[in-house]
């Protein structure tokens, strides 16, 4: 973990590509032995998808920045791809976003079929969860810190999150949503995950309770700006260099920062949520430079 203290955010994300890359795919070969056919291979399908890998990093970085060491703490950042992937398998069909390109391949309802696809994305929440035990217990966790770490995760990943923001998102369709309410869809729909990763690295680490909190601040606010800037890439980036569709959101006339502020307010808006964001670590002494490096990354990132 000594290359996660002071690295770059590229040098960061590209750790966090290379050893939860093989995680992943040691997952998948393991999974679809276990369940031969065209489930075993749904699965490893969504789980050898190429991505950037932000949310580990996040992970990670928090996790250094507590104190941890220990490398074990790479199959929890995992766990928290393996929850991200399940989100992308579930927003990709064609009752939700109906997609069909995603990281520059085909959405798995796409290469295999929906229903298939509806079961991988289920399937991949108990593997998650399977993965964030067996890495803390091989961490030396306690059973009161896996607890909480798995309440976090699933949570996030749940009604009170990323479920409940993906609801609140289809419902607005159509709507023009003020900034507080879009504030609300997002802050489940895409900021519960990212905050779930910066407080299970704290949680992992045995941050105390001020450090923990500055987490969880900074995760907050940095789920806000993530998607800010996810906005503002729809609106202006092309198919190609995103790696989905670009232009999806206009297109289902969908509540976005971009609609609402303009593309420079937005950017400038994402600013402000990265500084309030790294502003909180700072104030309670938790290392930043890494994830100060993350944050400023989501914010000025082309795809």
């Avoid at 994305?121 to 810190?145: I, Q």
């Avoid at 949680?203 to 503002?232: H, I, K, M, N, S």
């Avoid at 400038?268 to 790294?278: M, N, S, T």
Wanted: glycine letters at 10%; one cysteine or more; a negative charge.
């Amino acid at each position: 973990m000594s290359e996660v203290t002071h690295a770059s955010a590229a040098e960061l994300l590209e750790h966090s590509r290379q050893w939860v890359d093989a995680e992943l795919f040691a997952c998948a070969l393991r999974l679809e032995a276990e369940m031969p056919g065209r489930l075993g291979e749904a699965v490893a399908y969504a789980l050898r998808s190429p991505g950037k890998r932000v949310r580990p990093a996040l992970l990670l970085a928090a996790y250094a920045a507590a104190g941890g060491r220990d490398e074990a703490i790479i199959g929890v950042a995992t766990a928290v791809e393996i929850v991200h992937t399940y989100s992308l398998v579930h927003d990709d069909l064609p009752c939700m976003d109906d997609d069909a390109l995603r990281r520059g391949r085909p959405t798995t309802h796409i290469a295999f079929d929906t229903a298939l696809a509806t079961r991988v994305g289920y399937l991949l929440v108990p593997f998650a969860g399977e993965e964030l035990a067996r890495s803390a217990r091989a961490m030396g966790l306690p059973d009161t810190a896996i607890g909480a770490m798995a309440v976090e995760l699933f949570e996030a990943g749940g009604i009170r999150g990323m479920v409940g923001g993906q609801w609140l998102d289809l419902e607005a369709e159509g709507e023009r949503l003020d900034l507080q309410r879009l504030m609300a869809v997002h802050r489940g729909k895409t900021g519960a995950l990212i905050r779930a990763a910066v407080v299970l690295g704290g949680l992992a680490a045995g941050a105390p309770p001020g450090a923990l909190a500055a987490l969880r601040t900074y995760g907050e606010e940095l789920g806000l700006a993530f998607q800010v800037a996810d906005d503002v890439l729809d609106a202006t980036a092309t198919s190609e260099v995103l790696g989905k569709t670009a232009g999806k959101d206009a297109e289902v006339a969908k509540s976005t920062y971009v609609g609402l502020l303009g593309v420079e307010a937005a950017r400038e808006a994402a600013a402000r949520h990265e500084a309030l964001g790294v502003a909180a670590l700072q104030a309670a002494g938790v290392p930043s430079e890494a994830l100060a490096a993350l944050a400023r990354y989501i914010v000025t990132r082309s795809s």
